[in-house]
């Protein structure tokens, strides 16, 4: 849990790439500073590798590696999964029509972003009556 709040939180952490001290890896643009960030506050080496994955997707097609699969953090696919459900309910002001919204997805959809385990996970907190209420 503190891996994914972190994460969550420092992963697009605002620190400009271009002002990263030299020998930094900045493959990962945004990512690469947050990794960055969390390393100068003394957080782990596997916080900092699951901040870099946030962008990497379980199929392959993500980046700046093009990790898949396990290869990537389960921190990085928690976050991913939030990031999915926000970017698909956005632009939808009411809970219940959000809540519509996601049942018509396909079950697969999301399994290409964040693979079968975190995808359930997501799916079952979603069908769960207290995150829309609480909305």
Not at 31 to 60: F, K, M, N, P, Y
Not at 94 to 113: C, D, I, K
Request: glycine share 8%.
């Amino acid at each position: 849990q503190r891996r994914v709040l972190y994460t969550a939180l420092l992963q697009d952490a605002g620190v400009p790439v271009r002002e990263l001290p030299p020998g930094v890896d900045v493959a990962g643009g945004h990512s690469a500073a947050g990794a960055w960030a969390a390393a100068q506050l003394g957080l782990d080496a596997q916080v900092c590798e699951a901040i870099r994955a946030t962008h990497e997707r379980w199929d392959g097609e993500g980046h700046p590696h093009g990790l898949s699969d396990v290869a990537i953090p389960r921190a990085a696919l928690i976050v991913s999964a939030a990031h999915w459900a926000s970017d698909l309910l956005r632009p939808i002001a009411h809970p219940l029509r959000a809540r519509a919204t996601l049942s018509a997805v396909p079950a697969g959809a999301v399994e290409l972003v964040v693979g079968p385990v975190v995808a359930r996970a997501l799916q079952a907190e979603l069908r769960g009556d207290a995150v829309w209420m609480a909305l």
